[in-house]
């Protein structure tokens, strides 16, 4: 069984920049994909980025594109969503989740392609 703890949020200034990781535990033998979601209060849960496992592919949604760059480093488990230019719209619980894959194929931006998920970390942008 795979766990995921999310880490790195907190509040930050509008245009700052925050850096989010994700640390998998336990079998991570078998490759896997990443995304990241996120969640404001009262909305539904949305799709961010996501990684395919040898990280040379990535996806983005359109409103991050250029300001958000998914990473990972496989040797420690672990995927990161560094922030830049960060605006108020990107206030909300940020989660990350994962899905095994084959022939280092790239995820979806849909939430029912992932069955394993983290907590979740809270992500506040002050104006």
């Known amino acids: 069984q795979v766990q995921l703890v999310e880490s790195g949020g907190g509040l930050v200034q509008a245009g700052g920049s925050l850096t989010l990781s994700c640390a998998a535990s336990?079998?991570?033998?078998?490759?896997?994909?990443m995304g990241w979601f996120r969640q404001a209060p009262g909305k539904e849960r949305d799709f961010v980025a996501a990684?395919?496992?040898?990280?040379?592919?990535?996806i983005y949604t359109d409103s991050v594109k250029g300001r958000f760059t998914v990473s990972r480093n496989n040797a420690k488990n672990t995927v990161y969503l560094k922030m830049n230019s960060m605006k108020s719209e990107d206030t909300a619980r940020y989660y990350c989740?994962?899905?095994?894959?084959?022939?280092?194929?790239?995820?979806?931006?849909?939430?029912?392609?992932?069955?394993?998920w983290g907590q979740g970390t809270q992500v506040t942008v002050s104006s």
């Open positions: 989740a994962a899905v095994s894959s084959k022939y280092d194929a790239t995820p979806g931006s849909s939430d029912k392609e992932y069955d394993t």
């Open positions: 990684i395919n496992w040898s990280g040379r592919n990535t």
């Open positions: 336990g079998r991570t033998v078998s490759s896997y994909a």
